[in-house]
């Protein structure tokens, strides 16, 4: 089991950036499969991006394609989701989740650890 802290959130105007950070304390960070995910105000959670153990795969959701990028360091125990040209459609709260099991990286069943989220807000 692993605990999840993420950071970075916030308020921006569209078409800027921002980089959320989810650092992980317990053990092997680097066994667990890592994934952020979002709620948006009135809707369910949906899958944002995915990386693999040791970072080479990363799998993303159409609507981030080319906007974001997930990288993590696992000497750091850390994984980031690097957000550029935002929308208004981005808001939601994001959250950071880890996984041991294998299964579909897309679902949300599949990881085991969640963080308690962050707000991104992004104005038009």
């Known amino acids: 089991q692993v605990q999840l802290v993420e950071s970075g959130g916030g308020l921006v105007q569209a078409g800027g950036s921002l980089n959320l950070s989810c650092v992980a304390s317990g053990e092997f960070f680097s066994s667990h499969i890592m994934a952020w995910f979002r709620r948006a105000p009135g809707k369910e959670r949906e899958f944002v991006a995915t990386?693999?153990?040791?970072?080479?795969?990363?799998d993303y959701s159409d609507s981030v394609k080319g906007r974001f990028t997930v990288s993590r360091d696992n000497a750091k125990n850390t994984v980031h989701l690097q957000m550029d040209s935002l929308k208004p459609e981005d808001t939601a709260v994001y959250y950071c989740a880890a996984g041991l099991r294998g299964g579909n990286r897309l679902d949300g069943r599949t990881y085991d650890d969640w963080g308690q989220g962050i707000q991104v807000i992004v104005s038009s």
């Open positions: 990386i693999s153990r040791g970072g080479g795969i990363t």
